[in-house]
């Protein structure tokens, strides 16, 4: 790929100057900039990218739209948007929701102000990467003061039979005062033997005293090696709720920030992950406490079958001025399988005196006494063992605030049992 066929393709986008010098400036850091740090993760040989920028022409596969409901929704498969529900009444308050070029047409500024602020194009190898070859595109924007009782739902659909690189963009801008709750699935489709690439940037600006509840599933193929990353930046008291299920069959490495600038902000991550077959994934999740009397605690828990590999990597880190701040992190693995390999990384990094952190971290199997209480009671073995998990990941999955969603995750989980 050269700078003429990335300025071909923004031009053929008729993206602003500003996105085009953005891309080309990427392009030109890629070489320089070192990979993300996921600890314990050797994933510096697999192919997160072959370096073309391409769309889907057509789509062998597409999602049945009789399933929908009737709530604000966005559907893209591949690069393409294929459709999209938004109620009058939210229209009228000013809230958009629809494909990342048609946002450009309606809130230009708000778009260039906000877009890669909660995360760098030149942080490192991959950002870089993602800036300079993006093919697809998201936005929600809520203005100040507006708050949605409906829940907002994005469905990001990956078509197994195409190769093009699902190299998305997702920009959230909660205004100040905004309240919102935020549904998003990443998910293949369909039939196919295509080899594929992921990477995904979603960014989300909580302004002052906005209130967020993001929860998301992640259900990529074994067909897509994948990189993800979420970064949320706060303002003044707002606050961020994730619940996030890392449900992919494919080699994965993800990354979950959350960034306290804001005084008084608040940030609770909770991430439940299940690893199957021969898949890697490992899981960053850092909240940096800028703010004075900021909040951030993380709550990991996973499950491993089979030969898999899981990594939970915890980072607190409170900087100098945070006063008053708390960091918080517990990461626990259960291992269902000799085989499996798994780590759970606890890291506090403390620059600041009067604050409260702590860490929490463990591995193991399922406790025997809790099997022995439930098959004395009448149920079998596999019964037994899959009430024991989930209660155990029941911390995160009780957090999703949709009961469609929150059903999808039981079965998906139970899914991944039954197949082991």
Request: aromatic share 8%; hydrophobic share 40%.
């Amino acid at each position: 790929m050269t700078k003429e066929a990335i300025l071909n393709f923004s031009l053929s986008k008729a993206e602003p100057i500003w996105l085009q010098d953005s891309r080309l400036a990427a392009f030109n850091s890629i070489k320089h900039l070192d990979l993300p740090e996921i600890n314990r993760v050797k994933f510096h040989r697999w192919n997160l990218g072959d370096g073309t920028l391409s769309e889907d022409q057509a789509m062998a596969n597409v999602p049945d739209f009789t399933a929908l409901g009737d709530n604000p929704k966005l559907v893209q498969v591949g690069t393409q948007t294929v459709f999209e529900q938004l109620p009058t009444h939210l229209i009228d308050q000013g809230v958009i929701f629809t494909d990342f070029y048609a946002a450009l047409e309606e809130i230009p500024d708000i778009i260039e102000k906000y877009f890669c602020k909660a995360r760098g194009a030149k942080e490192d190898k991959l950002a870089a990467y993602h800036m300079a070859y993006f093919n697809s595109a998201a936005v929600l924007y809520v203005p100040d003061n507006v708050e949605i009782d409906e829940p907002i739902e994005a469905l990001f659909y990956q078509d197994k039979a195409s190769a093009v690189p699902f190299n998305k963009h997702v920009l959230i801008i909660a205004g100040r005062n905004s309240r919102v709750n935020y549904l998003e699935h990443f998910e293949t489709i369909g039939e196919g033997d295509a080899k594929a690439t992921a990477n995904i940037g979603v960014e989300l600006i909580a302004l002052d005293g906005s209130q967020v509840k993001y929860s998301a599933i992640d259900r990529l193929g074994d067909n897509v090696t994948t990189y993800i990353s979420r970064r949320a930046r706060h303002g003044k008291d707002a606050s961020v709720d994730w619940a996030l299920g890392v449900m992919n069959e494919g080699n994965v490495i993800a990354d979950f920030d959350s960034d306290l600038y804001g005084d008084g902000s608040h940030a609770n991550l909770k991430v439940v992950a299940a690893s199957s077959g021969r898949q890697v994934q490992g899981v960053d999740t850092r909240v940096t406490n800028y703010g004075c009397n900021s909040i951030g605690h993380i709550l990991q828990h996973g499950v491993i079958l089979e030969r898999a590999t899981l990594t939970f990597n915890g980072i607190g880190h409170i900087v100098h001025g945070a006063k008053g701040a708390d960091a918080q992190q517990e990461s626990r693995v259960l291992m269902l399988s000799d085989k499996a390999r798994s780590d759970a990384n606890p890291i506090l990094l403390i620059d600041e005196n009067d604050v409260t952190a702590g860490h929490a971290a463990s591995i193991g199997q399922v406790d025997p006494e809790d099997m022995y209480y439930l098959m004395s009671r009448g149920l079998d073995k596999d019964t037994a063992e899959r009430l024991v998990i989930r209660g155990f990941l029941g911390a995160v999955i009780t957090e999703i605030p949709v009961k469609e969603v929150h059903d999808e995750m039981i079965d998906v989980l139970d899914k991944k049992l039954e197949n082991r």
